[in-house]
């Protein structure tokens, strides 16, 4: 197998496709000439992103699906095979965010979460894997989160749903070692996307805690989308295991290296 992946004339599956950073990885694919499956619940934004990708001479089929909905999932794999006739990458790029502390947020939340987060990333692959396994040469790119590398107060189920996205997707790598499909996990940090506005939160959030969560939200979620998935797309034709997307979130990765039990004081203190 080659050193370099060539993404050109293969077919890639991307769910989130409709905004943000599974938008972006569309357009860098796109611009490889790599055929795609559009996924998204949201039909507009897909018709948006088929826009952006069209002047390519690719093959493109679009899928509104909740991928929270166990047999929406059973059945994608087969329309997509009969729009392309083959499967060689999956980015299981869609997610959602919670705000709360644990004792905030409503079981009926935390599992939302985790249906979208996590138990829809699993069943994506084992939807898929049968057909990636006929490629000559396959992966599969899981996004967790920079919250899968630390775990700030108040992200209890993002960050639980975010290290359950890294452990599986490193025991899957060790497990189709030396197989055609290569794994590749994801953590973008400060990627300027919706999900913050997006976020569901707990019941008693005020307007004036919306508004600042908001306000913190722009100030850190600075990177462009483009820029992001860029980033992914290359760290794919390199065939890298993780990929710790923007300067801020590899730093702050370090320091939980240097500091695992601490580090969020440390953090704290860089803040102020």
């Known amino acids: 197998m080659p050193s370099r992946m060539t993404l050109h004339d293969r077919t890639a599956v991307i769910t989130g496709a409709g905004s943000g950073i599974g938008r972006a990885i569309a357009q860098a694919l796109a611009r490889r000439g790599c055929h795609l499956a559009l996924?998204?619940?949201?039909?507009?934004?897909?018709?948006?992103?088929?826009?952006?990708?069209?002047g390519?001479?690719?093959?493109?089929?679009?899928?509104?699906?909740?991928?929270?909905?166990?047999?929406?999932?059973?059945?994608l794999p087969r329309a997509v095979v009969a729009e392309h006739g083959r499967v060689d990458l999956t980015f299981?790029?869609?997610?959602?965010a919670l705000a709360g502390t644990f004792d905030q947020v409503s079981e009926a939340d935390f599992d939302w979460?985790?249906?979208?987060?996590?138990?829809?990333?699993?069943?994506?692959?084992?939807?898929?894997?049968?057909?990636?396994?006929?490629?000559?040469?396959?992966?599969i790119v899981n996004m967790s989160s920079l919250f899968g590398l630390v775990s700030p107060p108040g992200q209890t189920a993002y960050a639980a749903s975010k290290f359950a996205v890294r452990g599986f997707s490193n025991a899957l790598r060790f497990e189709l070692a030396g197989s055609n499909v290569g794994v590749t996990v994801v953590h973008p940090g400060g990627v300027a996307t919706k999900i913050a506005e997006n976020a569901?939160?707990?019941?008693?959030?005020?307007?004036?805690?919306?508004?600042?969560?908001?306000?913190?939200?722009?100030?850190?979620?600075?990177?462009p989308p483009e820029r992001a998935g860029e980033i992914i797309v290359r760290a794919v034709e390199r065939r890298t295991p993780r990929v710790v997307v923007g300067g801020q979130a590899k730093m702050i990765a370090l320091i939980e290296r240097l500091a695992p039990v601490s580090y969020w004081k440390v953090l704290e203190a860089l803040a102020r």
Do not use: W, Y
């Open 39 to 54: 996924v998204d619940i949201s039909e507009p934004g897909l018709a948006e992103t088929v826009q952006l990708v069209d």
């Open 56 to 75: 390519a001479s690719i093959r493109i089929s679009r899928h509104r699906l909740d991928v929270a909905d166990r047999a929406a999932v059973a059945t």
């Open 200 to 223: 569901r939160r707990h019941a008693g959030t005020t307007n004036a805690e919306m508004a600042e969560q908001l306000e913190r939200a722009r100030r850190v979620l600075t990177m």
């Open 92 to 96: 299981n790029n869609a997610g959602v």
């Open 113 to 139: 979460l985790f249906e979208i987060n996590f138990a829809a990333v699993v069943r994506l692959t084992r939807a898929f894997l049968p057909h990636l396994k006929s490629s000559d040469d396959a992966r």
